[in-house]
């Protein structure tokens, strides 16, 4: 079965290191065979290596380094977010951040129902 998440311009990608910890980036340009140059709405564009990225399903239509305002109406008429969010990666980590976010009375809850 060949590859299918290929390092591509319009690539939606998830950080997973450093200060974008968690966050979806777009590809949207290849500098070399390790880096990438990345953006999002909220964010300042700028290079990333590819051992910190971990690429997605989900594709955008853009082309090569287009600007902010190009850029965000491609993500919001792909509507990337509620994809990766119906994913069952996105909703993974939605419940990592669901049990990170418990209280210690909280999980002492969860335990008492779980032997019950």
Known sequence: MPFKRNVEIGRVALCNYGTDYGKLVVIVD??????????????VRHVMNLK???LTDIVIDITRSP???????AIEAADVYAKFAASSWGKKL???????????????????????
């Open 67 to 73: 600007k902010k305002t190009a850029l965000k109406s």
């Open 94 to 116: 939605a419940v990592q951040a669901a049990r990170k976010s418990l209280s210690d009375f909280d999980r002492f809850k969860v335990s008492v129902a779980r032997s019950t």
């Open 30 to 43: 290849v500098i070399d065979l390790n880096r990438v140059l990345v953006d999002r709405e909220d964010m």
């Open 52 to 54: 910190r990225l971990s």
